[in-house]
């Protein structure tokens, strides 16, 4: 895309810029053809100058590489792969989703695409070799351009780069090499999607199995995952500010989703609109399947049918998020759908609420929690509160109420780094949510104005030192601002309006 020389001039980076132009080779500045993702020269209403991906700048990547790379022995080699293109039926395919550690390794936004990192001794530089599709007229005239080979080294700081299909025999070769092999196949990575195996939907697949095969029998092939999501768990200031975008536009799409709400509109109405609004502000794509589960459908805690109507005196719980820029945002709200709540709705609800505001404050570095620790914390607090509103309950009996976890890591997955964490003491960067809820079935055990009643209140933290800072602020959580935001009391005002 041609820029007129008012363009350049008119916007604040013009300054940045002009010393990053004279770092760089020429044939990279002249936007000479379109890449295989947004760039500046193409995209810059998504892309600022420097960054590789939005919000992320090229040096970042570097040095998230630089990081890995500085965690691991000398005379290691690291290998990750590209996501695969999924396919609903025969060849219709969903809208590619790249892989998360291989996203954060590298910035690169296409399939069929994998990069190898490798540390000899004596604290050399490491080099990165980037493999990609290479350029096809023919089926670029489908698909969309592709970067090739000959953009990719000056796109993404790569020492070299080459042909996709040569990455089964270099592999082959760089890993006889080393003594230390990070990498994550079927068996080691925690699920196959996030495998090398799945990176290539193509008669290429065979062989690269009965490689992997080979490869993965080998004592010195270690989980590549467990070391990268040391690192992802700490999340930079850019990737911070990236989340805090996420969570606002989630939450506002919380607010605006409660105002829309009422009696007989179907569940997937609700689901579509929240969609629809963070689509509008330029989210990619859901971070999950929402949950919209009116009444007693709220006790599934999975429940994605969405196809039931809202009725009047009902509540309706909402696990909604946005995927924007490649981070997920994660928020639960529950309302109801007549705009006030009733009686023994808002004594639960208040109740669960009373207890995500006791854990709240403790999640920080300082206090010295893990995840472990909160749930804990917060099964004791809904047991003193359940007890408060006439429930006749032991403490293991709220496990039946709360079947739950209390929390989970999210960043660029909705839930990030596996389960290895919950026992490790939180560190400020970290971004976690924080989610109670009660789910009350027909059980004579329980009151029988809490039957079929399920809340959960979900909000993202990111931990500091010594607090949590809520990120999910623009999502109405106290009784009279839902009532308010339902009923369509609430000024959603300049910024929560366009
Ligand atoms: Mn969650």
Redesign the pocket.
Same mark, same amino acid.
């Given at each position: 895309m041609a820029l007129s020389p008012a363009y350049w001039v008119r916007r604040p980076w013009a300054t940045a810029l002009r010393s990053w132009r004279r770092n760089i080779s020429s044939d990279y500045f002249v936007p000479a053809r379109l890449y295989g993702q947004p760039t500046f020269f193409s995209h810059p209403h998504l892309i600022e100058p420097l960054e590789t991906t939005p919000g992320i700048t090229g040096d970042e990547y570097a040095q998230r590489r630089k990081k890995l790379m500085d965690s691991l022995p000398d005379d290691s080699v690291v290998v990750s792969v590209a996501g695969g293109i999924k396919y609903a039926s025969q060849n219709i395919f969903y809208k590619f989703r790249q892989a998360s550690d291989f996203w954060y390794l590298t910035g690169v936004s296409e399939p069929e695409s994998a990069v190898i990192l490798e540390k000899r001794s004596g604290g050399a530089a490491s080099k990165m070799t980037l493999f990609v599709r290479e350029r096809d007229p023919s089926q670029e005239l489908w698909d969309g351009p592709r970067t090739g080979t000959d953009a990719a080294p000056s796109l993404f700081g790569a020492d070299e780069a080459r042909d996709i299909k040569t990455f089964a025999s270099h592999v082959q070769s760089i890993i006889a090499s080393y003594s230390n092999v990070y990498l994550d196949t079927p068996k080691q990575g925690p699920a196959r999607r996030r495998s090398i195996l799945h990176y290539l939907s193509s008669p290429r697949l065979s062989d690269m199995e009965s490689l992997l095969d080979r490869i993965s029998s080998s004592s010195k092939v270690r989980s590549l995952s467990q070391h990268l999501h040391k690192l992802r768990r700490i999340k930079s200031p850019a990737e911070i500010n990236l989340m805090r975008k996420a969570a606002a536009l989630s939450g506002t799409a919380h607010a605006k989703t409660m105002r829309f709400t009422k009696p007989g509109l179907s569940e997937g109405a609700l689901a579509a609109h929240f969609e629809y609004l963070c689509a509008l502000k330029g989210s990619e794509r859901p971070a999950?399947v929402p949950v919209v589960a009116s009444g007693s459908n709220a006790l599934v805690i999975h429940y994605t049918a969405n196809n039931q109507l809202l009725k009047s005196g009902d509540l309706v719980l909402v696990?909604a998020?946005c995927e924007l820029n490649g981070y997920a945002s994660?928020? @639960?709200r529950t309302w109801p759908v007549s705009g006030t709540f009733s009686g023994p709705q808002r004594d639960l609800y208040q109740a669960v609420l009373n207890t995500l505001k006791e854990i709240l404050p403790l999640a920080s570095e300082s206090s010295g929690q893990t995840l472990h620790s909160l749930h804990r914390t917060s099964c004791e607090s809904l047991h003193q509160e359940l007890k408060q509103i006439g429930f006749h309950v032991t403490l293991s009996d709220v496990e039946r109420l709360y079947p739950h976890f209390l929390? +989970?890591p999210?960043g660029l997955d909705? +839930?990030e780094s596996g389960m290895d964490q919950r026992n490790q003491e939180l560190l400020s960067g970290m971004v976690i @949510?924080i *989610?109670p809820g009660i789910y009350v079935p027909p059980d004579p055990a329980f009151p029988k104005h809490f039957h079929n009643i399920g809340i959960r209140i *979900?909000d *993202?933290v990111l931990i500091q030192r010594d607090h949590a800072e809520v990120l999910t602020v623009n999502a109405p959580k106290e009784i009279p601002d839902i009532e308010g935001a339902c009923q369509g009391l609430l000024d959603f005002g300049p910024y929560w309006g366009s």
């Open positions: 999950y696990d998020g994660d928020i @639960t929390s +989970h999210l909705l +839930h @949510t *989610e *979900e *993202e």
